[in-house]
């Protein structure tokens, strides 16, 4: 690439660095790039992460050394996330919503790139502090909530499927207790989805009793792996149930009560928020 | 905001038009966003708009007049994007990745955000010179696929199921024969997930015969809805089949042979890169 100037290498670094999230770079390679000194490049990642800490857009980690360079954390603070998810537990709270069962509908709202793409990122603001190798998640609705957590901490996507699929090759199959409906599902994922050991964030759209959560949970032991952490987009607890299946996991929205009789729902930021729900 | 000076104005323009691609920004907006004139904003769009040309970034599209302001529409040149499905095309070429049946697998391929992202913007760009109201999919691998898509059309994701669900509300369920294996399937789209009369960019991970795609057009006909285009990520074609069922598609690579006896796989890019093949 040609020499170029302040101006135009601020601007490419910004493209760049937002296209590789959690990823180091280190500073000869932008100085190759523009045929530019360290020191100025240096001087150009400062006022990159300066207006990337007013505008609440993420933090730029730079490590000094040999080893060193930049490396781009996409972070939403959890006064500008909980915004956010008012204005989205606003929008869940339509009454048009509510589906026979006191299921809600909101295959729209997760079909929303720019709602997903602020939602993933809430989730790796809130596991940003932990290194996780892969984000799972188990068919159908929770894929792309997956998938744009996963963007926004550059680590690869791992989909339990319902049944055994020829295209994954040989798979682990096991049986849980619909923690809900009480009824027996198969879930399984295939052998070379997932190394042993590995550390994983499972994220799901929605969780009642916690019963499938707690499905891929077993399922990882199977694959000697740890759960580091759970998020669920929305959680609603059934009055009548004795307990979650599971303890540890984030919601970012709680659907405290659905009456199909008077039409009516109400959906309040989830327990990610309760550190700042008094302010 | 406070008064913001060139060089963060910048790059907060980059890293806000980047997160709203297709979004019409008026100019106004962000002189008052940095208490600038529009003359100076101008000045700003202009620098980046050729950083964006120059990189391959995308397109800064700037409108004149009362009801004016600046688009960026991610957009990757043929010639760039057939780079990236060079790379692809070598990682899925790989013999470790027959499976029994003569399917490769590629479920890691697809569960990597950066790759997703790549492969949603060369979709995003055959098709940008259409207006489309959705991408479709039908689950499951193929979701993070027009997930990726969608994202830089902004427009958002439908997801047909392979069955009914109570999440779903009320659905339109047709029968499909798939055109490889000849057995009659199912799949199901909620009422409200798709308006009547939109235009439909359909989105999937693997085409044999094209029953699949077939199947989401006939049910597209259920909604007076109009199929403008179809884009597969790879296609494998059958020595054995006398015919395609669907004819107007993209495809980016082509699975030319797997020979399962010894393990042999070839995988070239698809029809989309035909006009520079020759190059």
Chains 1, 2 share one sequence.
Do not use: W
């Not at 915004?83 to 989205?88: F, K, L, P, S």
């Not at 987009?233 to 996991?249: G, S, T």
């Amino acid at each position: 690439m040609k020499k170029l100037k302040r101006p135009y290498r601020i601007i490419d670094m910004t493209q760049y660095l937002i296209a590789r999230p959690h990823t180091l770079v280190p500073l000869t390679y932008f100085a190759d790039r523009y045929q530019s000194a360290k020191s100025s490049i240096s001087e150009d990642l400062a006022i990159i992460k300066e207006l990337f800490e007013i505008e609440d857009v993420g933090e730029l980690l730079t490590l000094a050394g040999a080893a060193g360079g930049v490396k781009y954390i996409p972070r939403i603070s959890r006064q500008g996330a909980f915004q956010m998810m008012e204005d989205i537990c606003a929008e869940l709270s339509q009454p048009e919503r509510i589906l026979p069962g006191g299921y809600l509908y909101m295959s729209d709202i997760l079909g929303q790139p720019r709602t997903l793409n602020q939602v993933g990122k809430i989730f790796a603001s809130a596991f940003s502090d932990q290194h996780f190798d892969c984000v799972m998640t188990v068919e159908t609705k929770g894929i792309p909530l997956a998938y744009a957590t996963a963007t926004h901490l550059n680590i690869p996507v791992v989909i339990v499927r319902r049944d055994n699929k020829v295209t994954e090759g040989s798979a682990v199959s096991i049986n849980y207790v619909s923690g809900s409906s009480k009824r027996i599902q198969t879930m399984s994922l295939g052998r070379r989805a997932l190394q042993e050991g590995s550390n994983v964030l499972i994220i799901d759209d929605f969780m009642k009793a916690g019963g499938t959560i707690r499905g891929m949970m077993d399922l990882l032991q199977e694959f000697n792996a740890h759960v580091g952490g759970v998020g669920v987009f929305v959680e609603a607890k059934d009055p009548d149930q004795r307990e979650l299946l599971i303890e540890d996991y984030i919601s970012l929205a709680d659907l405290t009560m659905v009456d199909v009789k008077n039409k009516a729902v109400t959906v309040k930021p989830g327990n990610y928020f309760t550190p700042i729900q008094g302010e």
